[in-house]
Nanobody, 115 residues
Framework: QVQLVESGGGLVQAGGSLRLSCAATGTAFRINVMKWYRQAPGKQRELVAVISSGGDTTYADSVKGRFTLSRDNAKNTVYLQMNSLKAEDTAVYYC?????????WGQGTQVTVSS
């Protein structure tokens, strides 16, 4: 059973930074593609960033140059470093992975950016 636990959300002023973490258990983490999604009130969940098993990353246009996704396979953890935060980054952020064709989600962590 794969479990994902996010942490690191909070309230920050515009222009500030936060680092989100997602710790995974119950999986051969080093081979998993890991993703971060976010969902703002009244909006659909959107893909923010992806990291491959080899560490290659892709980002949504809205966060390119501001967010950095990394992974530590020894700790079974991925990190989303978020800099230059904007009010429009306010959302619940979710960690995600797919294993054996099943989608696994964390419980989400709230990020609120005040303008």
């Amino acid at each position: 059973q794969v479990q994902l636990v996010e942490s690191g959300g909070g309230l920050v002023q515009a222009g500030g930074s936060l680092r989100l973490s997602c710790a995974a258990t119950g999986t051969a983490f080093r081979i998993n593609v890991m993703k971060w999604y976010r969902q703002a009130p009244g909006k659909q969940r959107e893909l923010v960033a992806v990291i491959s098993s080899g560490g290659d990353t892709t980002y949504a246009d809205s966060v390119k140059g501001r967010f950095t996704l990394s992974r530590d396979n020894a700790k079974n953890t991925v990190y989303l470093q978020m800099n230059s935060l904007k009010a429009e980054d306010t959302a619940v952020y979710y960690c995600n992975t797919v294993q054996w064709n099943l989608n696994y989600w964390g419980q989400g962590t709230q990020v609120t950016v005040s303008s």
